[in-house]
């Protein structure tokens, strides 16, 4: 009972303080509208004897009915307030719940925003977040419902006991006998439903993935090519299965506890009415007195009954509440890292001392005991096989991921203490998979910096000319103005090259004096890419450029290649220098070589110096 207690004040303090945040007056209009409508019950309990009493007296008497029209005006007045009651709640709850929703969300949102990097790779906090964002914030919506009427249900329960107490003190014990029953049956029910909560949650995720997997656009094509759907199916229906099973089995149990309290509860409503029986035979009340007293202990039992009822319901979201919570304190956390310092404007030498990371819950480490140095207006190559950490470490000299031993430093400046934020204003970067914003073609490309000063929209043509993407937007149904999202109706979809024209354009746009390529020419074909080698070209001349690629004739114009192995760094050095060395990278530039017949066809573009 106490962690019964404990958990629903774990929800309801929470929502009640986002509820402040978000509809304040609202929240005072319900309080006192629910307060003044638990004085109207009590007054109309009140008003009851006297109505009873001049109505049907001793017998019809138009003299004496006619004495009742003003306590049956006032009565009518009471239950005329009650409505205006009812319907400025039902006002004040329409503003509730949209807003404690956007509030929610958007502290979702700020909390997500703000974390580092490396918490997304951290399955855990990934995963608590997932259920924030997908449960915590309906669920905390509902809970302000459930508040509401929990408050209107609590008021109804006292002002009836209030009435029954003016009526005769001794109704009060008269009435916990007739609610005691029912009350401990939705607790029970409630407690049969906590204990099998967390399997609940368990199997529903389970399926929630199976079902995300057959319905979900991005995994339809992977299916159907697979003639994976069977599978899919088989898993869905187990999952399925699974859960039916166990909610059919809390349900009987729930239904079980229900109806011991209901034939309790029947048994205290038999013995209430003995108990008002005896009092009125030994004269300790009158009839009028005992028929308010039955009118008034029906009410009190209907509101308890509704008060367990929505504490149940409540009680059912506290978990995802709860988990709601833990994620925004855990995000406030794990804020990005960083210190007061700016970034310099235009950083001359960026260094690497011994820098070792490891992604949270890796035993392995992605870097081991790295150093290098960058000056500016270099190019330089990072290379080496599938997983070896090229862009692991092209995060870590961004500041996007802090090394978990050694210092990367900035001229000279460790950059744990400058602001990751103007440290992020610095750097321009092209991923492998570059976000598929599902917003126009001009804002996939304005994303890049999007407060940056551009009327014209000169500097937006230019990145968009350069990198190619202009020929995919000139043959979109809008240009520049296509929506690029299947998912909405008038959207279209790119083919992965096409995307990756884009994310190339963006990055151009960014105009940033550290410039990290990785991987960017991956899915386009050989005049998209003679483009981006040519507009990378042009960006070397005036910035710092980091380039990771599989492609080693990209590269034999860098002024640096790295050549990195398992997180380490093996070989460095111009390409003839390394060629020479006949180590690693002279193997696989000779694999390649052979492969593509790269020596004796014409060269590909590669980065010049
Ligand atoms: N989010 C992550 N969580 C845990 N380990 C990761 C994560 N990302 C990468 N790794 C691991 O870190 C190592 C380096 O990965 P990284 O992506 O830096 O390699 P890469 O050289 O860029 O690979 P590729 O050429 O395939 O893009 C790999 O062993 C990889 O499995």
Redesign the pocket.
């Known amino acids: 009972m106490a962690s019964f207690l404990r958990r629903l004040s774990g929800a309801i303090r929470p929502t009640v303080a986002l509820l402040r945040r978000a509809a304040p007056l609202a929240v005072w209009v319900v309080v006192l509208a629910q307060l003044l409508g638990g004085v109207a019950v009590t007054a109309a309990l009140m008003l009851t004897p006297t109505v009873l009493t001049q109505l049907f007296g001793a017998g019809a008497d138009v003299g004496r009915m006619s004495q009742a029209v003003p306590a049956i005006a006032l009565l009518a007045c009471v239950y005329l307030f009650r409505l205006a009651i009812d319907a400025a709640t039902a006002m004040a709850r329409a503003h509730m719940g949209p807003k404690v929703h956007r509030q929610a969300e958007e502290a979702l949102c700020r909390a997500a925003a703000g974390v580092d990097l490396a918490s997304f ?1 951290d399955a855990g906090f990934y995963d608590q977040m997932h259920r924030a964002k997908m449960r915590g914030v309906m669920h905390l919506e509902g809970a302000t419902n459930s508040l509401v009427e929990a408050l209107g249900a609590g008021f109804a329960v006292v002002s009836a006991s209030v009435a029954l107490c003016w009526l005769h003190p001794l109704l009060l014990p008269i009435l916990l006998l007739a609610l005691l029953p029912e009350g401990w049956a939705a607790l029970s029910g409630a407690r049969t439903q906590y204990a099998g909560m967390e399997k609940t949650i368990a199997l529903s995720r389970q399926l929630e993935m199976m079902a995300e997997l057959a319905t979900e656009r991005d995994a339809a094509a992977e299916i159907r090519a697979n003639q994976a759907q069977p599978y899919v199916l088989a898993e869905h229906s187990r999952c399925a299965l699974a859960l039916q099973d166990h909610l059919i089995d809390l349900g009987i149990r729930e239904a079980r506890a229900m109806a011991l309290g209901r034939t309790l509860s029947a048994l205290g409503l038999a013995a209430t009415f003995a108990a008002l029986a005896a009092m009125l035979l030994g004269q300790w009340l009158d009839l009028a007195v005992a028929g308010t007293a039955v009118i008034a202990i029906r009410t009190a039992g209907a509101a308890l009954a509704r008060l367990m009822q929505v504490s149940h319901d409540l009680f059912e979201k506290t978990l995802y509440i709860s988990d709601y919570c833990d994620f925004i304190a855990l995000a406030a956390r794990r804020g990005q890292p960083g210190g007061k310092l700016p970034a310099p404007q235009d950083p001359q030498r960026i260094v690497l001392d011994r820098v070792t990371f490891r ?1 949270p ?2 035993s ?1 480490a ?1 870097l081991r005991e790295l150093s290098l140095a960058i000056e500016a207006g270099q190019t330089i190559a990072l290379v ?10 092209a995060k870590v000299i961004a500041g996007l991921l802090q090394p978990d031993e050694g210092v990367v430093s900035w001229d000279g400046i460790d950059i744990r203490q400058i602001d990751p934020k103007s440290l992020a204003d610095r750097v321009a970067m092209v991923l ?1 998979h570059p976000i598929r914003w599902p917003r126009s073609a001009k804002d996939n490309i304005r994303l890049g910096r999007y407060d940056r000063a551009d009327p014209a929209g000169v500097a937006l043509l230019a990145a968009a000319q350069q990198s190619r993407a202009t020929e995919v937007i000139n043959n979109l149904p809008k240009t520049w103005d296509t929506l690029l999202s299947r998912e909405f109706a008038g959207g279209h979809d790119l083919s992965g090259g096409q995307w990756q024209r884009l994310a190339v354009a963006r990055g151009l746009y960014r105009d940033a004096p550290l410039v990290i390529w ?2 960017p020419t991956a899915p386009l074909d050989a005049k998209a890419e003679h483009a981006v080698y040519e507009s990378l070209r042009q960006l070397a001349s005036r910035r710092t450029v980091i380039l ?1 690629t ?1 492609r080693l004739a990209s590269v034999r114009n860098a002024d640096r290649i790295y050549f ?1 192995e398992r ?1 380490a760094l093996v070989e460095s050095g111009r390409h003839e220098e390394l060629v020479a060395l006949g180590g690693r990278y002279a193997e696989l530039y000779e694999l390649q070589s052979r492969l593509n017949g790269l020596e004796q066809a014409s060269p590909q573009p590669a980065v010049q110096a």
Not at 384 to 393: P, Q, V, W
């Open positions: 790779d992604y819950g890796s392995g992605a080496g096989e599938n997983g070896s950490g090229k862009t692991t470490l492998q990785d991987e990771i599989h990195l997180g």
